[in-house]
């Protein structure tokens, strides 16, 4: 059983540029979520991809954007990048057909973006 | 408001010993999962333990047990006989009713020492 899979690992950008990061999920799992974690941080939700179709969003703005493929894993693109989209950014997999609060996360490694 | 409150930034424990991290919630909703995770270094969160709403008893999951005072709403993390591998930052998370997020707390950063 393979894990949760991101890249790139790390990323430098200007602002105003814009990213996308990757994302394999978990064999068997359907849904994808996004994470942001800024430095001494708890991960904040961005949002989240159940059957190719985003189904929950957080307080993030509209050049955060995702995509999610028929094989589940999943894109998150980010335009204009600002100073502040410097960040460690989750990637977490999880089965969206159980309907239980105990549905866990299994999260990737992270892509920790620079943003110059 | 904060939904999910860790009052500890930083805590040390001696290898061995046992440690206790805190979490206190706030949710008006009666169903909803209580999540603990471990962030090593390399950055990946590790699921560590579960307690739903409605589940009488602690969870527990090999040296690691939840405290869960549901009228306190409050759910603190034991970890027994801890090992150096236990440095690493504890992030308690809640997820209300079938809601797609987590929400997290700010973390603490666990240090054992030998």
């Known amino acids: 059983e393979t894990g949760v899979t991101q890249s790139p690992t790390h990323l430098i950008k200007t602002r105003g540029q814009q990213v996308t990061l990757r994302c394999s999920s978990q064999?068997?799992?359907?849904?994808v979520s996004w994470y942001q974690q800024a430095l001494g941080q708890g991960p904040q939700f961005i949002f989240q991809?159940?059957?190719?179709?985003?189904?929950g969003r957080g307080n993030f703005p509209p050049r955060f954007s995702g995509l999610q493929f028929p094989n589940y894993s999943s894109e998150l693109n980010v335009n204009a990048l600002e100073l502040d989209d410097s960040a460690l950014y989750l990637c977490?997999?999880?089965?969206?057909?159980?309907?239980?609060?105990?549905?866990?996360?299994?999260f990737g490694a992270g892509s920790r973006l620079t943003v110059l | 408001a904060q939904k999910i409150t860790q009052t500890q930034p930083g805590m040390f424990v001696q290898e061995k010993e046992a440690v206790t991290l805190d979490c206190t919630y706030d949710?008006?909703?009666?169903?909803?999962?209580l999540f603990w995770y471990k962030q090593p270094s390399s950055g990946e969160m590790i699921f560590l333990i579960y307690?739903?709403?409605?589940?009488?008893q602690n969870a527990t999951e090999g040296r690691y047990s939840l405290n869960f005072q549901k009228a306190r709403k409050s759910a603190n993390l034991v970890i027994s006989a801890s090992q150096l591998g236990d440095s690493a930052m504890y992030f308690c998370?809640?997820?209300?009713?079938?809601?797609?997020?987590?929400?997290f707390g700010p973390g603490t950063r666990l240090s054992v020492l030998p």
């Open positions: 977490a997999s999880s089965l969206g057909d159980i309907p239980s609060g105990a549905n866990v996360l299994t």
């Open positions: 064999s068997g799992h359907n849904t």
């Open positions: 991809y159940y059957r190719e179709e985003e189904n």
């Open positions: 949710t008006s909703d009666p169903s909803y999962g």
């Open positions: 307690q739903g709403s409605y589940d009488q």
């Open positions: 998370a809640m997820r209300e009713g079938q809601g797609q997020n987590f929400v």
